[in-house]
């Protein structure tokens, strides 16, 4: 019986501690996933964006922190991607609102969202820390694939989502 294969660990820190355009570089590296707005000049000043993340065969799992933003995902970035994946984030500080494709979400620590990449949304996020688990669609049940999970979020003062929360960061613990 062969030993199971450690994951892959990757980190980015964008700084503008070591690079002065952190702010500009971070924001052209996501760009054909993502816009990002609503940074404010103090935030690009200072900006800082830092993940920690595992490659987990065709998923993975990055905890990021960063400065107040706001993620905008259109059409245009939806085809332009190719990124077909369902998400599932853990937010551990900061504040989130939200439009997923029409569905109003408010979360803060201790929630769990989830997010469909082949759908819009508009995210705003004041300086945050979360974990993201993301997988492609091709591995996601086929039970779930026909519900509406674009924007769900799970409440933190839910025994289920505390369950969850705790599975969630247990796993990223374990496997750093």
Request: aromatic fraction near 8%; include cysteine; proline fraction near 3%.
């Amino acid at each position: 019986m062969s030993s199971p294969v450690a994951p892959q660990k990757f980190e980015w820190l964008l700084s503008v501690e070591d690079q002065p355009d952190a702010f500009e570089r971070y924001r052209a590296a996501i760009s054909n996933l993502y816009q990002v707005t609503g940074v404010s000049a103090h935030d690009v000043a200072n900006f800082r964006n830092r993940a920690i993340g595992l490659h987990l065969g065709s998923s993975v799992m990055v905890r990021c922190w960063s400065v107040a933003q706001t993620f905008v995902r259109t059409n245009e970035e939806i085809r332009r991607s190719g990124y077909d994946h369902f998400n599932v984030m853990l937010d551990i500080s900061g504040r989130v609102t939200a439009d997923y494709d029409g569905r109003a979400v408010n979360s803060g620590p201790g929630n769990v969202r989830l997010m469909d990449t082949s759908r819009e949304l508009r995210t705003s996020l004041s300086a945050f820390e979360m974990i993201n688990f993301v997988a492609p669609r091709s591995r996601m049940p086929e039970r779930l694939l026909g519900q509406d999970l674009h924007g769900l979020t799970l409440d933190a003062d839910l025994g289920v989502t505390l369950m969850l929360s705790r599975h969630i960061l247990g796993l990223y613990e374990d496997a750093n």
